[in-house]
């Protein structure tokens, strides 16, 4: 397994692990580009048959001749449907090696309906222009064919097998085997088009592997832009949205939709858990707070993302459709929730509290100066001894 080091357009640099599912999705693309070319041969093929019958006309009525035209066009059908079915398959993601077989033998068995096309060359006494204008054809679409199999080795092998077996046996049932400079001529250019064939293969690797490692830099930036986008709106360590998440969702707000409640909360004593017990422990104490505020927020149906971690040990919360009163008995509730934590496994002997301000909040009123009114009630639970809720309409009915 490697990894290759890429860069994005604007510079941001992902490792591509290069191990065997990437090495699975090159031979996909691989083989998805022979089915590609063999879809657009269809022209050139057509183009190919209607030359053949052209100069079919001019050598004449010929049994060996009328069989070649004849299983010529039964072999363009047979792959045409065959490459047609892998591509469906590649298209729609499914296991395709049954049906990458069948198209290479189809493609394979090619070489044979155009080592046909030379039986009649063979039986002539000499060689025709109309005989020597066919062989031209046959070894141009032979020449053809092969670099657009070179994709895959053993269909090109198959290929190039099938068209000179089918080749050296017109040259002796047509000719007896007189004719070894004609069988020679005619079989000579696939010693260049063979390992032309494979440096084609040599360039669609290439190919391949580039756009696959674009593909997975393009998925890995995309998740990288995804991750970022999380991190600025949530706290990195409990999940929490962030100062900025809220001020993005209740930043804005003028007119209420209606009651809301706002919580400030701050964990009691936690310094003296981190010069304590460690930094470890306090980011532990931290983690076990935010899942209780995540649970608690779930049991009374709230959107779990309108809790906030704003810094440090403090937190706060707003509770849509929800009245101070409401509020309040949910932050007693939070608080008893709190106060039961074991948040440090190895130290479960450590207990911890919070203090609440509770405030009903109008979309009228800034978030800014919400929050600075409900850190005042939080700073009244704080005098009074800790650990305990301190809501708005209490401290109006006590003045």
């Known amino acids: 397994m490697t990894e290759n080091t890429l860069k994005d357009q604007d510079g941001l640099g992902v490792c ?27 022209p050139a093929s057509l183009v190919g048959y209607s030359l053949c019958l052209v100069i079919a006309t ?67 006494p000499a060689v025709e222009p109309a005989g020597l204008a066919l062989l031209v054809l046959v070894i141009t679409g032979v020449c053809m064919i092969c670099s657009m199999v070179g994709l895959v080795p053993w269909v090109l092998v198959g290929f190039a097998c099938a068209f000179a077996l089918s080749v050296l046996a017109g040259s002796f ?98 310094k003296s858990i981190n010069d304590t017990f460690g930094h470890q422990a306090g980011d532990e104490v931290l983690v076990a707070v935010a899942d209780s505020i995540r649970n608690a927020m779930r049991g009374v149906g709230q959107r779990r993302y309108s809790s906030y971690r704003l810094g440090g040990e403090e937190f706060a919360i707003v509770l849509e459709q929800s009245d101070e009163s409401a509020g309040r008995a949910f932050a007693e509730q939070l608080r008893q929730t709190i106060e039961q934590l074991v948040p440090v496994r190895d130290v479960p002997h450590l207990r911890i509290s919070a203090s609440f301000g509770v405030m009903g909040w109008s979309g009228g009123l800034p978030l800014t100066t919400a929050l600075g009114q409900v850190d005042k009630l939080l700073y009244v639970a704080k005098k009074r001894g800790r650990n305990c809720v301190v809501a708005r309409f209490e401290e109006r009915a006590a003045a």
């Open 16 to 42: 591509v692990t290069r191990d065997a599912a990437w090495a699975a999705e090159v031979r996909r693309e691989i083989i998805s580009g022979l089915a590609d070319r063999e879809a657009h041969s269809l």
């Open 58 to 124: 001019i050598i004449g009525p010929d049994i060996m001749l009328i069989i070649a035209l004849l299983f010529r066009p039964v072999s363009i059908g047979l792959t045409r449907w065959a490459c047609a079915h892998l591509r469906r398959t590649l298209e729609a993601g499914k296991p395709f090696e049954a049906a990458f077989r069948l198209a290479g033998i189809a493609l394979s068995l090619s070489g044979l309906s155009w080592g046909l096309l030379t039986f009649p060359v063979f039986a002539l």
């Open 173 to 270: 049932i047509a000719s007896g085997g007189s004719q070894p400079a004609l069988t020679a001529a005619v079989l000579l250019p696939l010693i260049g088009a063979v390992p032309f064939g494979i440096g084609q293969r040599r360039q669609a690797i290439r190919a391949a592997e580039d756009a696959v490692d674009k593909l997975h830099l393009h998925e890995e930036v995309a998740s990288a832009l995804h991750h970022a986008e999380y991190l600025s709106r949530h706290d990195a360590l409990t999940g929490l949205g962030n100062r900025r998440a809220l001020f993005e969702d209740y930043g804005n707000l003028i007119q209420p939709d209606g009651p809301r409640t706002i919580l400030s909360i701050d964990l009691d004593n936690f």
